[in-house]
């Protein structure tokens, strides 16, 4: 009865492990984000749906790797930029 429950948890321990990897390898940032911004995958943002939302800077990917750079000043605006620094 113990060996059965080993194997399973083997099994959800390498399902999760396999899971992180997959959604780490969905894109390749092509450059950094300075001091006091974060990485966030880029979208567009619609402000008639979202008008609770201000967005600041710009509105595209500029190096279009998929990415760009997020400054939360408060919680409801956000300043963007593109992710221009080189990789460290």
């Not at 999760?16 to 390749?28: K, N």
């Amino acid at each position: 009865m113990r060996k059965p429950m080993v194997v399973i948890l083997l099994v959800i321990l390498l399902a999760l492990a396999l899971a992180s990897t997959v959604s780490a390898q969905s894109g390749t940032a092509a450059g950094s984000c300075p001091r006091g911004f974060e990485l966030h995958p880029f979208m567009h943002h619609d402000d008639e749906h979202e008008p609770e939302h201000v967005h600041i800077g710009l509105d595209r990917d500029l190096n279009q790797d998929g990415f760009i750079c997020v400054r939360h000043l408060t919680p409801t605006i956000h300043l963007h930029i593109d992710n221009l620094l080189p990789l460290r």
